[in-house]
């Protein structure tokens, strides 16, 4: 088989899982690292033992200069959308890491040079390719549930600003935070199972609180009254949000907060309700087996959907997430995690964000693309 001409646009902490997931293959060419800190991306690629790769400092010149099949975009967030639209006008396949974007406005030039290139522009939601998250989909799908009209979702943690590294909590590197670090999951599960209906409205607010606060980070990280210096994020979100079809869509997520967990996720339906243990959202599953409940015969009965375990031969949720674009590039498929879903999953983060700042509801308009 030809090799799988690969390269990283980004390499720092999450680079790490998509270079893992490409070396456990063996038909990866490995043409060109970049990085725009000098040093990085050479350091890289000795990490994982690459010789004879380009090095980059700028995703221009390494995009004009060399021939790839796919990229993986690993920037931080501010920076998704130049590397990927700059890579998909060149006629480069892209596998961007999540969220999509910081605004809609980017998520929808994205899509643009997506549709003009015709190539494929997958976005990195590894909780897609775990089997608990797609059991949630298939039982929505079953028609158990009967009609959705209701859901609460909601994760995060106690206390989990990702702050070693700074990109994470900057607006002019994150641009959004838990909101959007982990918020996008969040979202993802529900609006996947329920088939990705379109936001219409949103009333919705973030908060800073424990960011600002030097005492967050005393006991977890060096120099935490810099760290609340330069926080200028969200460390808390929540929303309520209308989407067509009738369904509400309740929503909170949290990188700290004064509780152990901002409640399950709860997924109502005429014939069933759904109860999915929340989870921390630092890796991509569900918390424990889910429980379903439903009246039978004038009782009220309840029963779980025990967690599925992943076989020897599955590999990890990496493996199945950079498996499954090379996949749809080599065979002419399409993306796997399509932005037709996404964009709508950005919308709502940036409706939060308009309605957090005006501190009312905001109507939510996707542009054709
Ligand atoms: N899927 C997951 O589980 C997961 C986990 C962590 C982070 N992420 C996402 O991955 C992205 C990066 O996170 P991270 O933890 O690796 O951050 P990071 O700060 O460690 O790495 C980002 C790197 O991108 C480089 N960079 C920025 N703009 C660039 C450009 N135009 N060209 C080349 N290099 C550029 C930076 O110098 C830095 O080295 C974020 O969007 C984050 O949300 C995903």
Known sequence: MEKFRVGIIGCGGIAH??????????????VAFCDIVPG????????FGIEGAKIYTSHEEMLDKEQFDGVSVCTYNRQHAAPTIYALNKGVNVILEKPFAVTLDEAVEMRKAEKASGKIL???FQPRFDKNMQ??????ESGELGRVYYIQTGGGRRRGIPAYTESFIKDDTAGVGALGDIGCYS???VLNAIGYPTPLTVSGFKTDFFGKDPETFRHRYGNPEHLAEIFSVDDFAG???RLEGGIVLDFRISWAMNMNTPGDTIILGTKAG???????????????????YRDCAGQSIEYQIPILKDGPKDGDLWDRKVG??????????????PTSQIIKNQAIIDGIVRSSALGREVEITIPEV
Request: with cysteine; aromatic share 8%; hydrophobic share 40%.
């Open 135 to 140: 059991q949630i989909k298939k039982i929505v």
């Open 122 to 124: 997958t976005v990195g």
């Open 324 to 337: 499954s674009f090379i996949k749809a590039v080599r065979e002419g498929g399409t993306a796997p995690v």
């Open 239 to 241: 929303a309520i949000i």
């Open 187 to 189: 979202l993802d599960m």
């Open 40 to 47: 990085k991306a050479e350091a890289f690629a000795k990490e």
């Open 274 to 292: 759904l109860r999915i243990p929340s989870t921390d959202c630092w890796n991509g599953t569900v918390g424990g087996p889910m429980t379903v």
């Open 17 to 30: 899982s998509h270079m893992r997931a490409y070396t456990r293959r063996d038909d990866i060419e490995y």
